[in-house]
C-alpha cells in the first residue's frame, strides 16, 4: 500500500516523538512491503512565528490531500503565559478540527501489565480497564459564541450544539460498541443543560436501531469520580467536546503516564492520529520525552487503514520495550532511563 501522510510535528517535543514514530513507521513500512510518503507542515507556535498564523492555508493543502495526518503537539510558554496574544496555538487546533471535519475524538483507556502498580490508583481497581471515549469535536463551548461585555467585566461562551451533531457521534459511539462488549455509556448534564437533554434524547432515539446494545446515562460529576473508583466498569463512552476534554485527561492517567495515551481525530474524509500529550516545552531538545504514545497513535493510523497486523507489530513492540525496561525516565522508576532517540531505535530494530 501507498501512504500519502501529512506531518505536523509542532511545538516543543513534538518534533522529537514525531521522528521517533516516523521512524518505527518506516521499519513497519519496510516490513510489509508498504511505501510512505512524509509530507512536513507548520502548525502551532511554530507556524504563528514562521508565517503569522498557527494553521496556514499551505498546511491545511497539505492535510486535506492526505491519507492522514499524524500529529504531535502543540502549544509554548510565550503564549501559554500571555492571556491578551492576539493569535494562539490552540486556535489552529480549532481551525485545524473545523476546516477537516474531524468531529469526533477517540481516546482509549488501557493498562500495561508491566505498569500497573506504576499506576496513582490502586492496582485492583485497574486491572482489566479497557475502555474508549468518543468526544465531540466540532462543536459545544469551545465553538460557540464567545465574548465580553460591559466594559470587560463580564464574559460569555455559548455552549450550542445540533441534532445533526449528536447522531453522527453517536453513531459511531454505538458502532464502536458493537465491535466490543455492547456497552455505551452517555455522558451529560441533563439535570441542568438544555444542550445536554438534547444529547440525551437524540441518543435515546437511536438506541432501537442497535437493540444488542446496552446504553446507560450518566452525569457527567457522577463518571468523573467513577473513572478513579471503577475504570473497568465502563467500555465505550460518548460526550460533548468540554467534558471529553477534561474527562479523557483524567481518564489518561489510569495506564500510569499520559506518555503512553494515543489518540485519533476521525473526519468524514481525512483522520488524524495523535498522542495525548502536550508538547512539554521544558524537555524540549533534552531527549527526555516518551515517544510511546506517538508511536501507538501511529499504530491507530495503520489499523484505521484496515493494515492490522501492522498495528499489532508496532504495540506488541512497545509492550516487549516496557517489559524489557527501555523506557524514557518518566517510567524508568530509578532505573536505567533511555533517550527518546535510543527507545525509537530499539522499537524500530524490534518490531
Known amino acids: 500500500m501507498k501512504l500519502n ?60 490531500n492526505a491519507d492522514a495526518v499524524l500529529f504531535g503537539a502543540i502549544g509554548h510558554p510565550k503564549y501559554d503565559n500571555d492571556p491578551s496574544a492576539p493569535v494562539r496555538p490552540e486556535q489552529g487546533l480549532l481551525k485545524m478540527r473545523k476546516a477537516l471535519g474531524l468531529f469526533a475524538n477517540v481516546r482509549p483507556t488501557f493498562t500495561f501489565p508491566s505498569l500497573l502498580d506504576k499506576s496513582p490508583l490502586k492496582r485492583e481497581r485497574i486491572e482489566g480497564t479497557d475502555l474508549v471515549f468518543l468526544r465531540e469535536l466540532t462543536g459545544g463551548i469551545y465553538f460557540g459564541e464567545k465574548g465580553r461585555k460591559d466594559n470587560g467585566d463580564t ?79 465502563y467500555d465505550v463512552l460518548i460526550t ?22 494515543p489518540s485519533a481525530s476521525m473526519g468524514a474524509e481525512v483522520s488524524l492520529f495523535e498522542p495525548i500529550h502536550g508538547s512539554y516545552p521544558q524537555a524540549t531538545g533534552l531527549n527526555i520525552a516518551n515517544p510511546m504514545a506517538t508511536i501507538l497513535s501511529a499504530a491507530m493510523m495503520f489499523e484505521n487503514f484496515g493494515l492490522i497486523e501492522e498495528g499489532k507489530a508496532m504495540r506488541d513492540a512497545v509492550n516487549k520495550a516496557l517489559e524489557a525496561g527501555v523506557v524514557t525516565e518518566d517510567l524508568a522508576n530509578g532505573g536505567k532511563a533511555y533517550g527518546t532517540k535510543e527507545v525509537g531505535d530499539w522499537l524500530a530494530a524490534n518490531v
Open 5 to 64: 501522510i501529512a506531518l505536523l510535528a509542532g511545538d516543543g517535543i513534538g518534533p522529537e516523538v514525531i521522528n521517533e514514530a516516523v521512524k518505527v513507521s518506516d521499519a513497519i513500512a519496510q516490513k510489509f512491503g508498504h511505501e510512505i510518503t512524509w509530507k512536513p507542515a507548520l502548525t502551532g507556535a511554530a507556524a504563528i512565528d514562521a508565517v503569522g498564523e498557527p494553521y496556514p492555508d499551505s498546511t491545511h493543502e497539505v492535510c486535506k
Open 240 to 261: 460533548e467536546n468540554l467534558f471529553g476534554d477534561i474527562l479523557t485527561d483524567e481518564a489518561s492517567v489510569i495506564s500510569g503516564s499520559m506518555g503512553l495515551m
Open 155 to 233: 464574559a460569555y461562551d455559548n455552549c450550542v450544539y445540533t441534532r445533526a451533531e449528536v447522531q453522527r457521534l453517536a453513531k459511531k459511539g454505538f458502532e464502536l460498541a458493537m465491535t466490543r462488549s455492547k456497552k455505551l455509556c452517555c455522558v451529560d448534564k441533563a439535570n441542568v443543560l438544555e444542550t445536554s437533554r438534547l444529547w440525551r434524547e437524540t441518543v435515546q432515539a437511536m438506541e432501537k436501531d442497535y437493540p444488542e446494545v446496552e446504553v446507560s446515562y450518566e452525569f457527567v460529576d457522577a463518571v468523573a469520580m467513577r473513572l478513579v473508583q471503577w475504570p473497568n466498569s
